[in-house]
């Protein structure tokens, strides 16, 4: 397009120089719902998104708003799943000349852990948010068996045998974590203190299990690995094996609970015993998932 301007008597008509500019049109855009499905496992292979612009072409960049639970390349659609928790992403499309830049609403993958699975800080996760008796809405892994210096190691529940700690009778699944900060507190020395003081993953918030818990791991044994099953040897008191594990549970001033991993039909019991025997010790820790 140009102007022109008419002689006003004293100066000339003129016309000016040709001036061009493209309208560009909206349009939209969206990541195909056949690139991906609803949930995957944390270790399963990631898919890879792909989209569709209602019209025109241009540069596609992918990204992820929540990178802490799973990260994408921008120019390929690329998925990487980082942890457990709700990943977010979208696609933008850069204008083409003809058409408007445009960017696609949100989608959402549920990324999960299973039985099994290694958890954040080098463990094995061995309880689900959906696991029976869990309402704390938490993953829970456990150490390896080689945590404490090639195994677990055995060691009486407190440094003290007739001293009610308090605050550590919880038994279900989820007051493993108040029940050891209580022990360790209390107790210069003892399972709880060995747990709380381990640090797998780099992480600080290891605890001794509940009795729940620690019969829960018994349930995942196999799944967990590592664990003591046969009766190879005496612990700290006449009577005593390594085949039984401490929880955090407290009873009363002089017993705690440990659970029984030895094969057979007593494997998974707990039952009230003496604080001053040594049993083994396997932290764990829990832990929500992101988003």
């Not at 120019?75 to 499309?93: D, E, Q």
């Not at 007051?175 to 209390?186: D, K, M, Y």
């Not at 085949?243 to 017993?255: D, G, L, P, R």
């Amino acid at each position: 397009m140009r102007a022109a301007i008419a002689s006003d008597g004293t100066y000339d008509a003129a016309t000016s120089a040709t001036v061009s500019f493209t309208i560009t049109g909206a349009r939209t855009i969206s990541v195909d719902g056949g690139s991906y499905v609803a949930t995957y496992n944390r270790y399963t292979t990631a898919p890879t998104l792909t989209s569709t612009a209602s019209v025109g072409g241009g540069v596609k960049t992918y990204s992820s708003t929540t990178v802490t639970v799973c990260t994408i390349v921008g120019a390929t659609g690329v998925v990487s799943f980082v942890t457990a928790g709700t990943c977010t992403l979208r696609v933008a499309i850069a204008s083409d000349g003809t058409y408007d830049a445009a960017t696609s609403a949100t989608i959402s993958i549920t990324v999960t852990y299973a039985i099994g699975d290694t958890g954040p800080g080098g463990g094995k996760i061995f309880i689900l948010p959906s696991t029976e008796g869990n309402s704390t809405g938490k993953y829970f892994e456990a150490a390896l068996g080689t945590w404490y210096s090639g195994s677990d190691i055995n060691r009486a529940w407190c440094h003290t045998s007739n001293t009610l700690v308090g605050g550590a009778s919880g038994t279900a699944i989820g007051t493993g974590q108040a029940n050891s900060t209580a022990v360790a507190a209390f107790c210069t020395s003892g399972a709880a203190d060995e747990a709380v003081a381990y640090a797998g993953g780099g992480l600080s918030d290891w605890f001794l299990p509940s009795q729940g818990e620690l019969q829960q791991m018994y349930t995942q044994r196999a799944s967990i690995g590592g664990f003591v099953t046969l009766n190879q040897c005496c612990g700290g008191a006449p009577g005593t094996t390594t085949i039984s594990y401490w929880s955090s549970s407290e009873v009363a001033s002089t017993q705690a609970i440990p659970v029984h991993f030895g094969e057979g039909s007593g494997g998974g019991g707990g039952d009230n015993y003496g604080k001053q025997y040594g049993f083994n010790v396997r932290p764990v820790r829990m832990f929500s998932p992101i988003g």
